[in-house]
């Protein structure tokens, strides 16, 4: 689907993920590992490596199962990442990490903590990208990355949610038409996720295009900043206009499934008019067991910094975990 851009027309074009150094992701944790217990925990460098890959050469090191091995987060293959990997080891010292044969991996630093390190466990995740070749106005680039500081960024799924050319969706669309199809878990589970996902999108594009997607409406639900608290809004009074200003809090939207929304007024109608559309994945959704959530429409884009460098330029800024770096760039410019 098309993402309704919050601050105009890109105001460039360049190409990005020339080398792997070209996208650097440093993962940022959650907790602190206490330096005992029976799981390793792993700082693991990768270049150019899908993350399940280096977790089957970790557990094939460490001579145990591949479900002995957790990580926070995927993190991109076509990149330099850096991201923390727990292999459990009751009983057990730990390997000579040095001597792991993986091509581009290398573990930067090993401890030792009570628990095992489980998905979406991750405070977020701090990027590095260049832009090579950039042709554009760097100068009215720079004023909008003062606005999204100061406003945020819509919080879309990426188009990687959704597989190449969308076809995790259009599986989803097929799997909900033929509810006796047995699939994967794996592959089900992607398929709801791309499902959930772009109807989400839906309603963030809609108020994108409204220009409330950072403001309140009457009945919207608000999650406040760094927390998964969640609180409603009969009223949109002056302290709601005020916290929503210095992003203290954020408004969201739905993640569909079974339950009962808590928006209300002019929020719920948004919603149920956006996803009338979309009935059959609604009800798919809801067949296969889903639970109605909710997801920040906005994030608050941390330490945003643009520095040209010759005929290149360098973005630098972090993001909360489960947002995308690619929607912050589709907001700024156009790539090859």
Same mark, same amino acid.
């Given at each position: ?101 993986? =091509? &581009?991996?290398?573990?930067?630093? !090993? $401890? %030792?903590?009570?628990?095992?390190? +489980? @998905?979406?466990?991750? /405070?977020?995740? *701090? ?37 190449? =050319? &969308?076809?995790?969706?259009?599986? !989803? $669309? %097929?799997?909900?038409?033929?509810? +006796? @199809?047995?699939?994967? /878990?794996?592959? *089900? ?53 005020? @916290? ?60 945003? @910094? ?31």
């Amino acid at each position: 689907m098309e993402y309704h851009p919050a601050f105009g027309p890109p105001l460039g074009r360049g190409r990005l993920r020339v080398e792997p150094e070209d996208f650097v992701v440093i993962e940022q944790p959650l907790v602190e590992p206490a330096d005992q217990g029976e799981h390793a925990w792993l700082r693991v460098r990768k270049r150019g490596q899908n993350t399940d890959w280096v977790a089957g050469q970790l557990a094939r090191l460490a001579g145990v199962k591949s479900r002995d091995v957790s990580y926070a987060g995927l993190k991109d293959r076509h990149a330099v990442t850096e991201q923390w990997f727990s292999v459990q080891l009751p009983g057990r010292a730990d390997p000579d990490w040095s001597v792991l044969d993986a =091509e &581009g991996v290398t573990v930067l630093e !090993a $401890r %030792r903590h009570s628990r095992k390190l +489980r @998905r979406g466990a991750l /405070r977020g995740n *701090r990027f590095r990208l260049r832009l090579r070749d950039f042709t554009g106005d760097v100068d009215a680039l720079l004023e909008r990355t003062e606005v999204i500081a100061s406003r945020g960024l819509p919080n879309y799924f990426g188009a990687q949610r959704f597989g190449r =050319e &969308g076809g995790n969706l259009a599986a !989803a $669309r %097929r799997m909900f038409a033929d509810p +006796r @199809r047995r699939l994967p /878990r794996q592959k *089900r589970s992607l398929y709801l996720s791309a499902a959930r996902s772009y109807l989400f999108n839906r309603i963030l594009a809609e108020r994108v295009r409204r220009g409330d997607w950072d403001r309140c409406l009457s009945g919207d639900v608000m999650q406040l900043d760094g927390r998964s608290a969640l609180f409603a809004v009969p009223a949109c009074d002056d302290e709601i206009q005020s @916290r929503l200003a210095a992003q203290e809090i954020h408004p969201t939207g739905a993640l569909w499934g079974r339950g009962e929304s808590l928006a209300g007024d002019e929020c719920a109608r948004l919603e149920a008019a956006c996803l009338e559309p979309e009935a059959a994945l609604c009800e798919g959704l809801e067949r296969a067991g889903m639970e109605l959530d909710r997801r920040a429409l906005r994030v608050r884009v941390e330490g945003l @910094r643009v520095t040209p460098e010759g005929g290149d330029l360098w973005l630098e800024f972090g993001l909360p975990a489960g947002s995308y770096a690619t929607v912050l760039l589709e907001q700024l410019v156009e790539w090859d």
